[in-house]
């Protein structure tokens, strides 16, 4: 199996602050392809468990007791807070606290490795440590140089284009994973057009995650699948 980096030095945008890479497997298991989304649940449950949102319910009672109406709270979860406390230390403070981006770092390492394991790029189950032959990085910022303190209120708007885009890239991921799947079962390979075009989707949605969400550079996301 091919360890390198899937990488090209003369990519335009190989040193854009959030960067994605998946090794290409030169064979895969047809069995563990068959029974993916089986293999898949334990890990899709812990994850879930770290991101989901959190919902409450209050009461509100009268004097004699009767309920006079009930109103539900939801809050956003691991990813909503720490983008809300992220753009709040930006615009207010000018930092970007090291322990804030290492958590964020992880975590999005971790689903990254459950993605590439659901799109039957790897056979390796995934770690929520190790890397593995998913490789992301994502470059901790100098907020006082890279950062516009204003920028994070807007970026939300600036990456609509992208967010339409990403929709029909998904979509088109979603129906090259189908092929991908039974390509594996008849074959045991991915075929390497599709498997750079997942993962390329990927990349792109990393990059728009750390400029609107993570909030991690200023540079405006390029429209492109390397």
């Known amino acids: 199996m091919d360890t390198t980096p899937d990488t090209n030095p003369a990519d335009p945008h190989a040193d854009y602050p959030a960067r994605l890479t998946v090794d290409y497997p030169e064979t895969l298991d047809r069995v563990s392809s068959f029974f993916r989304l089986l293999w898949l649940i334990p890990i899709a449950v812990v994850y879930g468990a770290l991101s989901a949102t959190a919902t409450s319910t209050a009461t509100v009672l009268s004097d004699t007791g009767e309920v006079i109406s009930r109103v539900s709270r939801t809050g956003g979860g691991i990813a909503g807070g720490l983008f809300v406390a992220t ?3 930006i615009l207010f403070r000018q930092r970007y606290p090291r322990w804030w981006f290492d958590f964020a770092l992880g975590f999005q390492r971790f689903g990254a490795r459950i993605g590439a394991y659901a ?26 140089r890279d950062l516009h303190p204003a920028l994070p209120l807007v970026k939300w708007f600036l990456v609509i284009p ?6 029909f890239l998904a979509v088109g991921a979603v129906f090259a994973v189908i092929v991908a799947w039974f390509a594996i079962l008849f074959t045991g390979r991915y075929p390497r057009g599709l498997f750079d075009y997942v993962v390329g989707v990927g990349r792109w949605g990393l990059r728009v995650t750390a400029y609107a969400t993570l909030l991690i550079t200023d540079r405006y996301p390029p429209f492109s699948l390397s």
């Open 87 to 89: 753009l709040l230390m």
């Open 119 to 144: 799109a039957l790029l790897t056979d390796r189950y995934p770690s929520t440590e190790d890397e593995q032959s998913v490789h992301l990085e994502l470059d901790y910022p100098d907020v006082r």
């Open 162 to 167: 992208h967010a339409i885009v990403l929709v």
